[in-house]
């Protein structure tokens, strides 16, 4: 019997879109905000502040080519190429990677700009949870970053933790959500913060009975629980938006709210693309002030 | 006077039988989910190790992460207190004790009694145990036994950045794309556990004589990163380092037991 190739429940969709509005050829300022991260890359390119294409990809394991990637997957369904943008702003974990950045900014001030951004000028706490960290920001009207805390040493609460539950429990994680409230009752969270001992306390979990949704409800119960201890400490002030990869887990997010006691804003943009939107506004800003390169 | 120390641990459950001072009879089995029946066997076998029956027994010293699964202990043992007790057993000059097993990382400081002066613990962080090195193994497809002398066999010292197991691993995974020696990753593995453990160490303070036990001291790739670590020549580590703490139970039993 052929051996079957093992379904990978981590892997998520990945994705390009393009305006079906915008001409870019009639836009002054064509930007491009590329933001490599440890999990997933994208690229934006802006014509004069608003979205023009995006991409959404896994990182892969080699930083520059990622960036050429997410550029490339961003501008496959257009005629637009590299020689069109006036500027280019790397930013997120690899943004040193970002071969044609014309300069890198951090993914703290990119994200508060692209939440100002895709959720509007309103939202004052900019919760960020990518694939390897977790980012509390207070920003300003402007998207400016008044005050942030990072976790990015422990997996606990990550978008990379949460692939491995998927994995562990074999659910695509596209499903986590959905399916942590399939359940009777809520359980409760798991005790360990720690995603390798969860992994072990999941597996007598489900030994002593729990259904998978139960175990995916303690899990998502317990990473709420982490992401919600960092938030306090910075203050949720509203109005309070949600960005990274996890807004799309609900299992996390509504049980997150609850305790927050705020229902956090809503866009119709993917969320994983803030940091790049960010950065290609800075780009956008820097081309008004004159620094852009002539077409 | 004969006792018995029994240490239920997250991965491993042993027993060890002590008469008069002496080290006569052992006995492990994996924990499993059963931690009652893990107990029960791991008794049973160092019971017939020793050539002992149940009733030859004054006291039974219960201790580890799963003590309140050990019916048969009537007295019970810290961790931290068994830990001192079973390096000043085997080391009386130990003043310094690491034990790093499966999933938890301990130091204590003692003094000349074997009394515990202060402790450090991790009991939260995977990277601070066992579990650590064995989720590298995973990632560079190599045997855990072969870990630390593939470490021992590289001289060239690279960072690791990930102080978390599960971004350890995507780093390794990066780090073999970029052709990176297998026995170099190993080394850094091993220099980031260690400067870890170390960390916790510094804590409570490092003294000589310094005494590891637990499983992880058969990892001679951590033992060596550890002496470098703590810039010290030598870690002093009993034979069969996994018994101490249920020796140090046993110990602990006879003396507190009546």
């Known amino acids: 019997m052929a051996e079957e190739k093992k379904p990978e429940f981590w892997r998520w969709e990945e994705t390009n879109w393009v305006s079906p509005e915008i001409k870019w050829q009639d836009g002054e300022f064509i930007t491009l905000g590329i933001d490599v991260g440890s999990v997933s890359s994208q690229a934006v390119v802006m014509v004069d502040g608003e979205f023009y294409a995006y991409s959404n990809m896994r990182t892969g394991s080699d930083s520059p080519d990622s960036a050429r990637n997410a550029l490339a997957f961003a501008l496959e369904k257009t005629d637009l190429t590299e020689d069109n943008i006036h500027y280019c702003i790397g930013t997120g974990y690899g943004r040193v990677n970002v071969p044609m950045a014309d300069r890198s900014v951090t993914?703290?001030?990119?994200?508060?700009?692209?939440?100002?951004?895709?959720?509007?000028?309103?939202?004052?706490?900019?919760?960020?949870?990518?694939?390897?960290?977790?980012?509390?920001i207070r920003c300003d009207a402007k998207g400016k970053v008044t005050n942030f805390l990072m976790n990015d040493k422990c997996a606990a609460g990550t978008g990379r933790g949460m692939e491995v539950f998927a994995d562990?429990?074999?659910?695509?994680?596209?499903?986590?959500?959905?399916?942590?409230?399939?359940?009777?009752?809520?359980?409760?969270?798991?005790?360990?913060?720690?995603?390798?001992?969860?992994?072990?306390?999941?597996?007598?979990?489900?030994?002593?009975?729990?259904?998978?949704?139960?175990?995916?409800?303690?899990?998502?119960?317990?990473?709420?629980?982490?992401?919600?201890a960092l938030l306090e400490r910075v203050g949720v002030e509203p109005e309070f938006a949600i960005t990274g990869g996890m807004a799309k887990n609900r299992g996390v997010i509504d049980r997150l709210k609850r305790k927050i006691g705020l229902e956090p804003m809503k866009t119709k943009w993917d969320t994983q693309l803030a940091g790049a939107a960010g950065a290609a506004l800075f780009g956008h800003a820097l081309c008004k002030k004159g620094k852009g390169k002539g077409k | 006077m004969i006792t018995a120390g029994i240490d239920c641990g997250a991965k491993n459950t042993k027993t060890v039988i002590?008469?008069?001072?002496?080290?006569?009879g052992r006995g492990i089995v994996l924990t499993g989910f059963d931690q009652a029946q893990a107990v029960k066997e791991s008794f049973e076998l160092a019971?017939?190790?020793?050539?002992?029956?149940?009733?030859?027994?004054?006291?039974?010293?219960?201790?580890?992460?799963?003590?309140?699964?050990?019916?048969?202990?009537?007295?019970?043992?810290?961790d931290i207190k068994a830990m001192a007790a079973a390096a000043h057993y085997f080391f009386p000059n130990a003043r310094t004790v690491v034990d790093v097993g499966a999933e938890e990382g301990r130091a204590a400081k003692c003094d000349?009694?074997?009394?515990?002066?202060?402790?450090?613990?991790?009991?939260?962080?995977?990277?601070?145990?066992?579990?650590?090195?064995?989720?590298?193994?995973?990632a560079l497809e190599t045997p855990l036994d072969q870990m630390g002398p593939l470490a021992l066999s590289s001289n060239h010292a690279i960072p690791m950045n990930a102080q978390c197991t599960i971004f350890a691993e995507s780093e390794v995974i990066g780090l073999i794309h970029a052709k990176t020696e297998k026995k170099d990753i190993s080394k850094a593995i091993h220099d980031a556990m260690a400067s870890r453990i170390?960390?916790?160490?510094?804590?409570?303070?490092?003294?000589?004589?310094?005494?590891?036990?637990?499983?992880?001291?058969?990892?001679?790739?951590?033992?060596?990163?550890?002496?470098?670590?703590?810039?010290?020549?030598?870690?002093?580590?009993p034979d069969m380092p996994e018994f101490a703490a249920a020796a140090g139970a046993a110990v602990v039993a006879a003396t507190d037991g009546n």
């Open chain 2, 112 to 138: 000349e009694k074997g009394r515990v002066v202060d402790f450090a613990i991790n009991e939260k962080c995977a990277a601070g145990a066992g579990a650590f090195i064995e989720a590298m193994g995973r």
């Open chain 2, 198 to 237: 170390v960390s916790m160490i510094r804590r409570i303070g490092v003294n000589p004589d310094i005494v590891m036990i637990g499983g992880v001291a058969y990892n001679p790739g951590f033992v060596t990163a550890m002496q470098r670590e703590l810039g010290v020549k030598k870690i002093h580590i």
């Open chain 1, 107 to 136: 993914e703290i001030a990119c994200h508060a700009r692209g939440a100002n951004f895709i959720y509007g000028p309103q939202v004052r706490t900019v919760l960020d949870v990518g694939g390897q960290d977790i980012k509390a």
């Open chain 1, 168 to 228: 562990l429990l074999s659910v695509p994680i596209g499903d986590v959500g959905e399916r942590s409230f399939q359940v009777d009752k809520e359980p409760i969270a798991v005790s360990s913060i720690c995603v390798v001992y969860a992994k072990s306390e999941a597996t007598g979990l489900l030994r002593k009975g729990l259904s998978v949704n139960e175990v995916l409800a303690a899990y998502c119960s317990a990473m709420a629980d982490r992401i919600y």
């Open chain 2, 47 to 78: 019971l017939k190790d020793a050539g002992i029956a149940r009733s030859d027994l004054a006291h039974v010293g219960g201790t580890g992460s799963g003590a309140k699964s050990i019916a048969e202990a009537d007295v019970k043992v810290n």
């Open chain 2, 18 to 24: 002590v008469k008069d001072g002496r080290i006569v």
